[in-house]
């Protein structure tokens, strides 16, 4: 009797590994009841939707202080305000466009970005799954400070509690999954649009005006110019690795083209308003951007009410991390089920948020934020090549997930392409924890993030586009 049951026991273990992976999918647009759905692709049967709802979840996350903040920086630099605004605009829209190409491809192929990744790194997934996994973390941190502070000042509480109290919420909404956040962000955009604009008004009726004449000339104005560009393409291309997260239940007949316009106008219309937005009040908004906000409104209910919107602003943002965050864990081996994978993201920000509040929050912020992204342009360049490369094998035909799958490529050349191009930033680092040598000799100019994807691009195309010409050619021998 004891041996039936045991050859039962590894097909019960496989069902229970496969059951972290898969699970219930939402319905419909509205549907709330929570997602259990893994890095298991989404068949085409359970698609739904339209374009146009990438618009929103791509325009509310970035209407947050994390990026009024940011948008400070250009000025802290000595810029004068028109030239940082067009710092902030070049290097928004460079980082905006791998995140909108990137996003088509979750309807044709119902895969989240991550899951994704595996075609081109093979096993090798788990390293940029790794640094995805702990960037959605310290993403978490980045814009839990400023939503916990916000919470913390409206409800009179201590800091540590208002971003206690948001890292729950946050965990909460990113285990309930792809359509509550889809439906939040449809509202947000809104209510986080009109609660900008308010900001705004109060600026100007405050008498806060642009600088309009910078401290920085010369090589160090164009270092400065640089180093602003790229602080403002680490914010939009950082959702690059999350991109198809969002789109995988779109049905497969989607227009691709909607889809980039609709990605591409949210992320860079949204970063550029807030951003702008940091320049203009440089000088109201300092390193606490809650007390700025409610001090610019005056206090009293109109006050709580833009403190109550930063904290809503960050927790939109910051569900987006954490789900995204659950997708990556699994990517790299952990089979724990996704709603639970989510809520741990928010636990483990929670004492980093902490550390970032301690001291220094200004050096800090800045160093956290450009060292989660350093390692996405040649992630990007990897899974493009690749993706490119089977589009040339497939000669026309249609992209079937479940084959590409199964043409599998060697790991290591996609690694070590990943490894080299991260490798390749050193030089041009510029945080205040390191500058490069290159950095410094450019007074600051912090062109990491566009040698990274040069690198990647530059060493892993020619390898895997040799591999591709040839198994075409030995395909249409056959």
Known sequence: ?????????????????????????????????????????????????????????????????SGVFTGTVGIALGLDFATALAAVVLGTVLGAVPTAYLGTWGSRTGAGQLPLARLAFGRGVVVPGTLQWLSSIAWDALIGLFGGDALA?????????????????????????????????????????????????????????????GGAHGADRVGAFALTTTIALSLAVSWAPYASDFSRYLPRATSASRMFWCTLAGVVVSFTAVQALGLWGASVFT???????????????????????????????????????????QVIGAR???????????????????????????????????????????????????????????????LDLAVEQSRRQPFLPALLAFLAAFAATVPF?????????????????????????????GIYAPIRMRGSAAGGVARRAS
């Open 287 to 329: 390193d606490q951007t809650a007390h700025g906000v409610d001090t610019l409104l005056g206090g009293g209910v109109l006050g709580s009410a833009g403190l109550l919107a930063v904290a809503l602003a960050a927790l939109c943002s910051n569900a987006m991390n954490d789900y995204s965050g659950s997708l990556a864990l």
């Open 1 to 65: 009797m004891s041996m039936p049951h045991a050859s039962m026991e590894p097909h019960a273990a496989e069902r229970r590994s496969e059951s972290a992976f898969d699970g219930r999918m939402p319905a419909a647009p509205g549907d709330w009841r929570p997602e259990a759905r893994g890095i298991a692709p989404v068949p085409e049967n359970h698609r739904y939707g339209g374009a146009g709802r990438l618009f929103t979840v791509w325009f509310a996350p970035n209407l947050t202080m």
């Open 336 to 398: 724990v089920p996704r709603p639970l994978a989510a809520g741990l993201a928010a636990l483990l920000g929670f004492p980093l948020v902490l550390w970032m509040h301690a001291a220094d929050t200004a050096a800090r912020f800045q160093n956290v934020l450009l060292f989660v992204g350093y390692w996405i342009p040649g992630f990007v360049a990897v899974v493009l090549v690749d993706w490119l490369a089977r589009a040339r094998a497939r000669n026309g035909t249609p």
């Open 153 to 213: 000042r409206l409800c009179g509480w201590p800091f540590w509690l208002g971003a206690l109290v948001m890292m729950t919420a946050q965990g909460a909404l990113g285990a309930l999954g792809y359509e509550a956040i889809h439906r939040l962000q449809k509202w947000m955009t809104a209510v986080l649009a009109v609660a900008f604009c308010a900001l705004a008004l109060r600026l100007a009726h405050a008498g806060v005006t642009p600088v309009s004449h």
């Open 429 to 457: 680092m510029n945080t205040s924890l390191y500058v490069g040598p290159v950095a410094e000799a450019l007074h600051g100019a912090d062109l990491g993030y566009y040698v990274a994807f040069v690198v990647g691009f």
